[in-house]
């Protein structure tokens, strides 16, 4: 039986999308709920797995190609296995990798390196999809090693070319692994055989993230008046606090203590103090918003992207620092969805974590503020009359001169420096 391989519904905000990667191709064995192709769109990736046990008989829309909501882009065949062997549920998956004479071997030796995936079928061994099997048994990998992310807590093929990526392959060096290992990496073979004095150029299509990305900041810059204020804070009581208290939390939450809890709380209660920062324009209207959404940049290979924490206020430390740890998760694995990528009142962006000690951020509309930290440096400070060496941070707040004033730019960002100086003052609302 073939069914049709349609692109998901788009939500509403998003027209078209493009075809990131094909992780099956025609013949190709998949199972039900295997990922089988990413689509691309301006705000996130979208999966689209395998409707039922079977293979891809028709790849209709390439890697790179546009696509439309719901559109087909592939033709998919229900319980075919790409071979005309029967008997075991596996075996159909083992005919179609292999050749005749390497499935026999099992049947007549116990010997080789076929011997390994006869284990597998043991209760104590985990379940492998085919793909993942034959790769496991080409690169040598022990699947008790592989963490495993498939239905059931199955070992996918991706798990295992996940597991290879993260450390040497040690085992590529036996037998025809190594072979196989060197095959992966097409790219590596040009890049060593450079001759002296050559001068290497690669072109790449922009991903249309990045694309998106790029039209809204070049918005950002012609169509608000942008402008930034400066400001340091002493960081020292906040990581005294860390110091005294990290152990304790963590075992507590099971999360470690960061920086970002604290600046989070802090911002909101300065919105709340200063309310124009926490608003919005939309056409000739002024939008002022009776919560804190907080949108926290976070970059990812795709380009950065900004999920937000919905009643930021009403959250604990533990449960800021638990979010965005979640979030920065879901963003390095494409699982971000619009929804939680979209409404924010107010962002903050965290340079500090690369090494930047001072830049200008820039708006994330239709938002009018965005709060930039930046690397804690030990300087000499004045303090009473005497030089003290303190670790101090630059605060950046870049906003919307049409709704926010110098003035209350500089004050918020005042409040901010004051109420992380002295931490008490979040608790005592003073």
């Known amino acids: 039986m073939t069914t049709d391989i349609k692109a998901p519904v788009f939500p509403e905000s998003v027209a078209e999308g493009t075809i990131a990667t094909w992780h099956k191709q025609p013949g190709e064995q998949c199972e039900r709920d295997e990922l089988i192709v990413d689509i691309e769109t301006d705000k996130v990736v979208l999966e689209v797995v395998a409707p039922a046990d079977g293979v891809i008989s028709e790849v209709i829309k390439g890697e790179g190609d546009t696509v439309e909501s719901g559109e087909v882009i592939g033709k998919f065949a229900e319980g075919e296995s790409g071979s005309s062997g029967g008997g075991e549920e596996k075996a159909p998956a083992e005919d179609s990798e292999s050749s005749p004479a390497e499935t026999a071997k099992p049947a007549e030796s116990d010997t080789g390196k076929v011997s390994e995936p006869a284990a597998e079928s043991s209760g104590e061994e985990p379940i492998l999809s085919p793909a993942a099997k034959k790769l496991a048994e080409e690169k040598s990998v022990d699947p008790k090693q592989v963490e495993a992310t498939g239905r059931d807590g199955r070992v996918l093929k991706e798990d295992i070319l996940r597991h290879l990526e993260k450390g040497p392959q040690e085992s590529a060096s036996q037998g025809g692994g190594q072979k196989s290992a060197e095959e992966s990496k097409p790219q590596q073979p040009p890049e060593a055989s450079l001759s002296p ?97 907080i949108g926290i940049a976070v970059s990812t290979d795709r380009g950065l ?126």
Not at 227 to 255: A, C, W
Not at 269 to 292: C, W
Request: net charge neutral.
């Open 197 to 293: 004095g050559e001068r290497p150029e690669k072109r790449v299509p922009m991903t249309r993230m990045r694309a998106s990305i790029a039209r809204r900041l070049v918005d950002v810059q012609q169509t608000t008046a942008m402008l930034t204020t400066f400001n340091e804070v002493n960081m020292k009581p906040i990581m005294d606090i860390r110091q005294s208290y990290k152990d304790s939390f963590e075992k507590r939450h099971g999360i470690k203590l960061g920086f970002m809890g604290f600046f989070v709380k802090a911002a909101c209660e300065a919105l709340k103090r200063f309310p124009a920062v926490n608003a919005s324009i939309d056409g000739t209207d002024m939008v002022y918003h009776g919560y804190q959404d």
């Open 305 to 430: 992207v900004v999920p937000v924490l919905r009643d930021a206020d009403a959250l604990s430390v533990a449960d800021v620092e638990q979010g965005i740890t979640e979030f920065g998760k879901k963003a390095r694995d494409g699982k971000l969805t619009i929804d939680e990528m979209t409404g924010g009142t107010f962002s903050i962006t965290n340079g500090g974590i690369f090494g930047s000690l001072l830049s200008t951020p820039i708006l994330n509309p239709p938002q009018t503020a965005i709060l930039g930290m930046h690397k804690i440096q030990e300087r000499p400070m004045a303090v009473n009359g005497e030089v003290v060496v303190l670790p101090m941070m630059y605060l950046a707040i870049s906003y919307d001169h049409r709704m926010i004033d110098g003035k209350e730019a500089v004050q918020f960002l005042v409040t901010i420096k004051e109420l992380l100086e002295d931490p008490a003052r979040i608790l005592l609302d003073v």
